[in-house]
């Protein structure tokens, strides 16, 4: 199906609070790069449409809609067969012995309760699945199970893409020391641990002198603004990573210790995990991380 032709450019039009909702949604875009400013040289090709402003039901703000009703015309119809959990085998990874034995053998005569929890599960998984067995990984090979059972993942032990590290140090020069790290996520050699007692430079990085060069820190929310104070009063450097929102009182004190123009991280779906890889955060966009390079004394 051949695209639609070029009809000019259509203007959107908004006055008042509607122009700043758009505004806004337009920078928001932006930043996701889920659009991009059209240079003048492709400016009289393509297909334009409108945005326009409505109010949400049952709330006084307003929602902007892209009219695509025309290009909706344009768009090839595929016909597909959505799969369901019946077209599926199950595999169940566990580091438990005892888990693998009941489901692969469909019960088991040592535990009653294991037995009847096991002919639940399999009764329940025969009227979804074309199978279920089970298979033992080790508890060190299955380490995200493992940190989920824990609990929830914690914020000060995301570990950034390395490629986005690398486009820091290519952008900011490359850090010294990470002030809140781990073994695993550390992004210098020489770090400060929350917790590690065998890090290279010792727990708690607020209780230590910071040594006189270009520091990293990807500090959980409670300790942004602490960390911001260490840096005014001794005069350091530092590349902060936090998120950038601006109903918050960090973006402020950030703004005051600027030495140059902060970066926002790319958004990926791999920019943040734990686990060795095995867990992903599952709204990278939602954190909105910035790198903002920060220097006291300015």
């Given at each position: 199906m051949k695209p639609p032709r070029f009809n000019g450019v259509l203007m959107s039009v908004a006055n008042g609070d509607s122009a700043q909702v758009l505004n806004e949604e337009i920078l928001f875009l932006l930043h996701k790069r889920a659009i991009r400013v059209v240079p003048e040289q492709e400016s009289k090709q393509g297909f334009y449409s409108r945005y326009f402003i409505i109010p949400k039901k049952e709330s006084t703000s307003l929602r902007p809609i892209l009219d695509l009703r025309v290009l909706n015309r344009y768009l090839r119809k595929y016909k597909f067969r959505m799969l369901t959990h019946k077209d599926q085998h199950v595999l169940v990874k566990t580091d438990?012995?005892?888990?693998?034995?009941?489901?692969?053998?469909?019960?088991?005569?040592?535990?009653?309760?294991?037995?009847?929890?096991?002919?639940?599960?399999?009764?329940?998984?025969?009227?979804?699945?074309?199978?279920?067995?089970a298979t033992h990984v080790p508890g060190v090979l299955n380490r995200g199970a493992d940190l989920l059972s824990r609990g929830n993942p914690l914020y000060g032990d995301w570990t950034l893409h390395p490629q986005v590290v690398a486009q820091l140090w290519q952008r900011f020069r490359q850090a010294t020391v990470d002030l809140f790290a781990s073994r695993e996520n550390a992004?210098?050699?020489?770090?400060?641990?929350?917790?590690?007692?065998?890090?290279?430079?010792?727990?708690?990085?607020?209780?230590?002198?910071?040594?006189?060069?270009?520091?990293?820190?990807?500090?959980?929310?409670s300790l942004i603004t602490p960390t911001l104070a260490r840096v005014r009063e001794q005069g350091l450097s530092l590349i902060l990573i936090a998120p950038y929102w601006p109903s918050k009182h960090w973006v402020a004190e950030i703004v005051q210790v600027l030495a140059v123009p902060p970066w926002p991280l790319p958004i990926r779906r791999d920019l943040l995990s734990q686990a060795r890889g095995e867990i992903y955060h599952p709204h990278p966009d939602r954190l909105a991380l910035w790198a903002w390079p920060v220097r006291g004394g300015i």
């Amino acid at each position: 199906m051949k695209p639609p032709r070029f009809n000019g450019v259509l203007m959107s039009v908004a006055n008042g609070d509607s122009a700043q909702v758009l505004n806004e949604e337009i920078l928001f875009l932006l930043h996701k790069r889920a659009i991009r400013v059209v240079p003048e040289q492709e400016s009289k090709q393509g297909f334009y449409s409108r945005y326009f402003i409505i109010p949400k039901k049952e709330s006084t703000s307003l929602r902007p809609i892209l009219d695509l009703r025309v290009l909706n015309r344009y768009l090839r119809k595929y016909k597909f067969r959505m799969l369901t959990h019946k077209d599926q085998h199950v595999l169940v990874k566990t580091d438990n012995t005892t888990v693998v034995a009941y489901i692969n053998r469909q019960g088991g005569t040592r535990s009653l309760k294991l037995h009847r929890l096991a002919k639940k599960l399999l009764l329940w998984c025969s009227t979804r699945f074309l199978s279920v067995r089970a298979t033992h990984v080790p508890g060190v090979l299955n380490r995200g199970a493992d940190l989920l059972s824990r609990g929830n993942p914690l914020y000060g032990d995301w570990t950034l893409h390395p490629q986005v590290v690398a486009q820091l140090w290519q952008r900011f020069r490359q850090a010294t020391v990470d002030l809140f790290a781990s073994r695993e996520n550390a992004q210098c050699p020489l770090y400060f641990s929350l917790a590690d007692e065998n890090a290279p430079l010792g727990v708690d990085a607020l209780a230590h002198q910071w040594p006189n060069a270009l520091l990293y820190a990807f500090p959980p929310l409670s300790l942004i603004t602490p960390t911001l104070a260490r840096v005014r009063e001794q005069g350091l450097s530092l590349i902060l990573i936090a998120p950038y929102w601006p109903s918050k009182h960090w973006v402020a004190e950030i703004v005051q210790v600027l030495a140059v123009p902060p970066w926002p991280l790319p958004i990926r779906r791999d920019l943040l995990s734990q686990a060795r890889g095995e867990i992903y955060h599952p709204h990278p966009d939602r954190l909105a991380l910035w790198a903002w390079p920060v220097r006291g004394g300015i």
